[in-house]
């Protein structure tokens, strides 16, 4: 016969799941406007041209808007994932560093399954790069030989950001500047494959929707396994997934 007290014991405490069907219902609108914006330019084509060309004496030049989304393309991702470690490791000394727990497996969620559902749709739509299409026409600061659209690198990057923007709470004024900062990187990733020539106008806007929709279904995919778990779990795996994140991070930058 079991007693109270073993009752107790194997009472499981269930991981608090954000209320999130607004942030869902904005994600897909502003995605699938993002993807159409996107679809819309490709086949105007005129506008992703004239960008493209607009930036290319920059490019020769090596101009400091250069130099600089050449820093971001390369390594804003990680900067934005060390930036997340570290608050991940402050956060167990300083308390009012409240973010949950849970940001962080939405976070691998949502930066490893749009990702890599991005690059498989690259496969299917097979848009070639501006270099090749342009070929001498232009000069590019990029020698990927993956398809176009969408652009990985606004789709991990935005990906990336989306679950700490949307999901941490707003009332601390450290967690604003948090947010302002990645952000701020997140958006440079974006303008700088532009800017090196590396991506179409249509291919980033397509990358940001497709990150935007992606978050949705990554956090239904987390939310199935988050009810599986425990919270007091969530000390121990929040570890685990900062180190599965520095992980991901390294596996796309390696691609």
């Excluded at 990057?157 to 707003?170: D, E, G, N, T, W």
């Amino acid at each position: 016969m079991k007693t109270f007290k073993d009752a107790n014991k194997n009472e499981v405490t269930k991981i608090p799941l954000p209320a999130t069907k607004r942030i869902w219902i904005a994600c897909f609108v502003f995605g699938a406007v993002f993807w159409i914006i996107g679809l819309i330019l490709w086949a105007q084509r005129g506008i992703d041209e004239a960008v493209l060309f607009y930036y290319n004496p920059m490019r020769i030049a090596m101009d400091p808007i250069v130099v600089l989304s050449k820093w971001l393309s390369s390594n804003g991702m990680a900067a934005i994932t060390i930036l997340f470690v570290v608050y991940l490791l402050v956060s167990k000394k300083l308390k009012y560093l409240d973010a949950p727990l849970t940001v962080y497996f939405y976070t691998i969620c949502s930066y490893g399954l749009s990702g890599i559902a991005g690059d498989l749709l690259k496969e299917v739509l097979a848009r070639p790069r501006p270099a090749t299409t342009y070929g001498s026409e232009i000069l590019t600061w990029s020698h990927e030989l993956s398809w176009a659209i969408p652009s990985g690198h606004a789709t991990k990057c935005i990906a990336l950001v989306l679950p700490f923007i949307l999901l941490v709470s707003h009332s601390k004024h450290l967690h604003k500047g948090i947010k302002i900062m990645i952000g701020l990187i997140a958006v440079g990733i974006c303008f700088s494959r532009i800017v090196l020539g590396a991506h179409y106008v249509s291919d980033v806007l397509a990358g940001i929707g497709m990150a935007l929709i992606g978050l949705p279904l990554s956090m239904m995919f987390a939310n199935m396994l988050l009810r599986k778990m425990k919270q007091e779990q969530l000390p121990k795996l929040s570890y685990i997934w900062g180190v599965l994140l520095i992980f991901l991070t390294w596996v796309f930058m390696t691609l």
